[in-house]
């Protein structure tokens, strides 16, 4: 008998502050997608070594990075899922660096076909009012729209400083369990 495997969601923080903004915002939306039937697993890239692209284009050939760190955990994690959690807060109107060397490295992986068509789901948290955020919305949409995969829905969270900030969101946790629970059954 063909039994139908769970769906593989992963989880990608960009943030280096565990138990932060991005961090609860990522799980609430990974609690919504486990609830619906999902397995998940979670990447916090401040804890992985990953280095800055170098821009030598040897991924042009085979695909392959010049490097063998962590980013081949990751794209092994990200050739298994079908969708990805992008997390990172706003950083002076932008990604933080964590999140930007993690998105040069994709190049290889889009080279080498495994980020095509995933539906991701982004989760941005900022200190200060909405428009600040739209750089960051902005760039990461226009990547992963050059990636050939799918932005499938956006939680942005201004005005959260602090995690004391988020907990008042009800709305933005609510609205990220719901994000999970909609792309499983996407
Ligand atoms: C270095 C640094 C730069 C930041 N730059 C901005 C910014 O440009 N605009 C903004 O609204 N918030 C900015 N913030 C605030 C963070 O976006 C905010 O605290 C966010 O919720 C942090 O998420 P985290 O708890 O997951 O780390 C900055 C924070 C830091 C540490």
Known sequence: MNEKSNPKILGIVGSPRRGGNTETIVDEVLAGEKEAGADTDKIILNELDIAPCQGCNS??????????DDMDIINEKISESSV????????????TGQFKVFTDRLLAA????IIKNKKIILVIPLGGSEPIARHTIGMLTDTINYLN???FAKVISPNTMEVEDLIQKKEVLAKARQYGKDVVKA
């Not at 990805?84 to 990604?95: D, K, M, N, Q, S």
């Not at 889009?110 to 076909?113: E, F, T, Y």
């Open 59 to 68: 991924c042009a050939g085979k695909g392959k990075c010049q490097f063998d």
């Open 84 to 95: 990805l959690v992008f997390g990172t807060p706003v950083y002076f109107w932008g990604p």
């Open 110 to 113: 889009s080279r080498q076909g």
């Open 149 to 151: 995969a799918e932005v």
